[in-house]
């Protein structure tokens, strides 16, 4: 019987829900890893990864889409904002030059 990996456990704990809470397989199955891995490896190694209750799990991930959604505009404002300046730097450093010194 091998020991369960501590640092694997709290990378899949913390770090894949926190950017994944909720997958979609197809239109109509999601998967939450979080509740997987309680389901299915709970460790008593990372703080929460025991948990039997998977009704506070989803509404954890439920929650944070519902939170991603309410800043999503502003996130895409910015993002293009950003793409837009990255474009004009590019076409600026990019241009050939005409050798016409002014």
């Known amino acids: 019987h091998a020991m369960p990996d ?6 899949l ?4 829900p926190a950017m994944c809470p909720i997958i979609t397989l197809t239109a109509d199955l999601p998967f939450m890893p979080r509740e997987f891995i309680a389901q299915y490896a709970p460790y008593d190694g990372v703080k929460g990864c025991n948990t039997t209750d998977p009704t506070a799990l989803r509404m954890e991930a439920t929650n944070l889409v519902r939170k991603w959604d309410t800043s999503f505009s502003s996130r895409v404002t910015r993002l293009r904002t950003d793409a837009l300046g990255w474009l004009a730097s590019a076409d600026s450093d990019l241009s050939p030059s005409t050798g016409i010194s002014i």
Request: no cysteine; charged share 20%; hydrophobic share 50%.
């Open 6 to 11: 501590v640092k694997l456990h709290k990378s």
């Open 13 to 16: 704990w913390s770090v894949l």
